[in-house]
């Protein structure tokens, strides 16, 4: 059963004249239980992808489902951790997770929702830093306290928008293990928004690249088994042959980037010199 559908979305900002298109025509159904990345340059729309998913956007055109019911808005069936996720900064690194748990099981005791925060803190690592503040903590560990909190909210899907990208190597390939642990104790749908095809290839288990013209590009299955071990997948085929095509992919539909914009703007030279003649010529790239 597909979670999270998006169906023939456009989407975009301004208007008129400053309008910027970012997404065209993307169809993309997420799994129940699979863990999708999304794959990107920077500027490609993966925000706006993600934005519309948790229902921060709507779209321009077309539309986004959950469990195929029109998405209208926020919902705590969908945690979000953006890049720049706000942290309180007066608040403990407890109190932040303790925050978004009281937000979503405002229901539950004080002993429900302590043992909660309890639980997302020791998942991501963090009970020895339970009482700093956020401007005591290091990018990782402030990354770490945004997916406590998105995971603390036990929500159906997990949106997380490149959670890792601010991170060094080794802060990185560190938090990218915990990530496959989390995934095997929680059974949440993931959608990973991510730049790195190394870290798609080691958590995901579907991967489809957002091309830079803003629609998507061919399903990648990654048939490798679970748990991934870094060292065995350097000695993997399927692994060598799946990072070879994606990479070949993601080059090839970056190359097409650069020659539209070449063309583009040789077009603009010509047609400041000679606007009238050069828009009669098939040269001409502007809009008519
Ligand atoms: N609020 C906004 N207003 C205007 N343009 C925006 C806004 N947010 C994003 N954009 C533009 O939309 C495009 C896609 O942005 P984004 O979805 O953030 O891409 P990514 O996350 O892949 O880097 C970029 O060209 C960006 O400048
Ligand atoms: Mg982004």
């Not at 000695?235 to 095509?245: K, W």
Request: hydrophobic share 40%; with cysteine; net charge positive.
């Amino acid at each position: 059963m597909s979670i999270l559908e998006l169906k023939n979305v456009h989407a975009g900002y301004g208007s008129a004249q400053s309008r910027t298109e970012v997404l065209k025509g993307i169809d993309l159904r997420v799994e129940d239980g699979e863990l999708l990345a999304v794959l990107g340059f920077s500027g490609t729309g993966k925000t706006t992808l993600i934005s519309l998913l948790a229902g921060l956007k709507a779209p321009d055109k077309g539309e986004v489902f959950f469990k195929d019911a029109p998405v209208t808005g926020p919902g705590p069936e969908r945690g979000v951790a953006f890049q720049s996720y706000a942290l309180m900064p007066w608040l403990t690194v407890e109190d932040n997770i303790g925050l978004a748990v009281g937000a979503v099981h405002a229901k539950a005791s004080r002993a429900e929702r302590k043992a909660l925060t309890e639980k997302y803190m020791g998942m991501v690592g963090l009970t020895h830093a339970r009482d700093r503040r956020p401007a005591e903590l290091s990018g990782g560990m402030r990354q770490r306290v945004s997916v406590a909190r998105a995971l603390a909210m036990q929500p159906e899907v997990l949106l997380l928008d490149e959670p890792l990208s601010a991170l060094d190597a080794l802060t990185r390939a560190k938090l990218q293990d915990e990530f496959a642990e989390i995934r095997a104790e929680t059974d949440a749908t993931m959608v990973l928004i991510t730049n790195d095809v190394d870290e798609a290839i080691f958590l995901a288990d579907r991967i489809v690249p957002l091309n830079p013209d803003g629609t998507l590009g061919p399903d990648y299955r990654v048939a490798l088994p679970r748990p991934r071990n870094r060292v065995a997948l350097n000695h993997d085929e399927t692994y060598h042959r799946l990072r070879g095509d994606i990479t070949k992919y993601l080059m090839e539909a970056g190359e097409m980037r650069k020659a539209r914009v070449t063309v583009a703007s040789f077009c603009r030279m010509w047609c400041r010199s000679s606007p009238s003649k050069h828009r009669q010529t098939r040269r001409c790239r502007r809009p008519t």
